[in-house]
């Protein structure tokens, strides 16, 4: 579970207390003061402070950017209680109920089911008292937000993003793309930022005409007195050299072809896209391996009916392996540092509904064969109902990868950020193979390549894990101690 987070809004309400001071006074000079009766009585005045709360929408992993409302559970009047499941919020991986922090009154619905908000934006209004609702509801539509959903756009998704924190604070912290006026909150899109830099524009003095107050390219090129491009790519747009005059726009990009249908991304899908890019920047290098699989597919058809599956074998393999070679099971993060990893977390690659997630089955090495098929079965049913907790999906440092069970032979797997190696795994075939002496036989075979990052992986470092790794698989019986 999640908690919606949310700034105050301040409106003052006067409550009176009585207080009364006694106190026993050892002066034997004054004899008439009684110690039953109180030396003196003082009405103090206390003024509290009620509260109208923006609901932000939550960072629910660390790469998420934006959020998409998939149904609100309370409906505007309803009365929350702090801890209550308030709106289900579809982030870059999964499904989740989100809570409240706080008790009160569901003023407003800003952001309707269906549409998306950034992280950080405003998407209902929470009111402490009956009192306050009209008061929130104002609130709402000062600042530049409505509980109508014809006042709602969605805002487009970033070009590039910072990862959030996992639950968005109370109040949140000013960042340079964030402006505060009052209590609206402006927000400039990676781009526009980009634009302010390249004509010197301060992007604080930029007033946003995108949803939520977003400082959009077209608003900072309006500050800096050009006239706004049409019809050109963010990529199109290149920094002019000082002293040049501006760049040309670009054409307008080609039409679609007659008949087809242009279908935006999904927000799993917008982070797939995102993390395949990422890892371009990562400098990588592939090894494959043959591995003889006899003795593993004799060991899966005894273990199959205690609901063992292959995948949990090879993760196994693989992780009995990784306790061996720790540099493969290494992280590289800033190109200055690696980390060595004190646990084993196999994220294995699944295929589901519009997308692709890495469950991760944590500890993998110190887990036996059957808890460790328990627990891929739960992670797997969890995945396909979008239902996984961010810790069930981005703990992983080793990702395993298997598209045997189409018929796949061999392929190369693309490294996931953050990570120091995935394993592609292929198809076990029937194979011709000779051995030492010349004899000819028939074994199953199959390959594998893993993809590493060479900055802190070396190739001997590769090969010596991969050959740890075939003699686990051609001896399979430590697998099921």
């Not at 989740?96 to 800003?110: K, N, Q």
């Not at 900072?220 to 290149?238: D, L, M, Q, R």
């Not at 493969?328 to 196999?346: E, L, R």
Request: net charge positive.
């Amino acid at each position: 579970m999640a908690s919606l987070s949310s700034t105050p809004f301040l409106s003052k309400t006067t409550i009176s207390f009585s207080s009364s001071l006694s106190t026993s006074l050892p002066w034997k000079s004054f004899p008439s003061f009684s110690a039953s009766k109180p030396l003196f009585s003082r009405r103090r005045i206390y003024t509290v402070q009620s509260k109208i709360r923006e609901i932000f929408m939550p960072a629910l992993s660390s790469t998420m950017t934006e959020g998409k409302i998939v149904s609100w559970i309370k409906s505007e009047g309803d009365v929350l209680s702090k801890g209550e499941s308030v709106v289900v919020v579809e982030s870059d991986k999964a499904d989740m109920d989100v809570e409240t922090f706080y008790d009160g009154i569901l003023a407003a619905i800003v952001v309707p089911e269906g549409e998306t908000a950034p992280v950080g934006a405003p998407i209902g209004i929470l009111a402490e008292t009956e009192d306050e609702i009209a008061e929130a509801k104002a609130k709402a539509t000062s600042n530049g937000v409505s509980s109508s959903p014809q006042a709602v756009v969605p805002s487009p998704p970033p070009a590039t993003s910072t990862p959030a924190p996992a639950i968005s604070q109370p109040e949140p912290k000013k960042s340079p793309e964030t402006v505060a006026s009052g209590h609206k909150k402006i927000v400039a899109t990676p781009f526009a930022k980009k634009l302010a830099k390249q004509h010197k524009v301060d992007i604080n003095s930029v007033v946003g005409t995108g949803p939520f107050g977003r400082i959009t390219p077209e608003d900072v090129e309006k500050a800096a007195g050009i006239e706004p491009s049409k019809n050109v790519a963010p990529t199109t747009v290149a920094a002019p050299a000082v002293g040049t005059p501006p760049p040309r726009t670009s054409t307008a990009v080609p039409s679609p072809i007659p008949g087809s249908s242009v279908v935006p991304f999904t927000t799993m899908q917008s982070a797939v896209s995102k993390n395949m890019v990422e890892s371009l920047s990562v400098p990588t290098f592939r090894v494959g391996y043959p591995i003889i699989t006899d003795a593993l597919d004799a060991l899966y058809e005894k273990v199959k009916p205690k609901g063992v599956t292959m995948t949990a074998l090879l993760a196994k393999a693989a992780a009995m392996a990784l306790v061996q070679h720790p540099v493969v099971n290494a992280t590289c993060k800033d190109g200055k540092s690696f980390t060595f990893n004190s646990n084993i977390n196999i994220a294995v690659a699944v295929a589901i509904n519009g997308g692709l997630i890495t469950p991760v089955l944590q500890d993998a090495d110190k887990l036996d064969l059957y808890l460790l098929s328990q627990k891929w079965k739960v992670l797997v049913e969890k995945a396909r109902a979008k239902q996984l907790q961010p810790h069930e999906y981005n703990s992983g440092t080793f990702t395993l990868s298997n598209l045997g069970m189409f018929g796949v032979d061999r392929f190369d797997a693309i490294l996931p950020p953050g990570q120091g190696a995935i394993m592609a795994v292929g198809a076990s075939k029937p194979t011709v193979v000779a051995d030492k002496n010349g004899f000819f036989s028939v074994k199953s075979k199959m390959l594998v390549n893993v993809t590493a990052d060479h900055r802190i992986i070396y190739g001997a470092d590769l090969a010596a894990f991969l050959q740890t790794f075939s003699k686990i698989v051609a001896n399979p019986d430590s697998l099921t101690l």
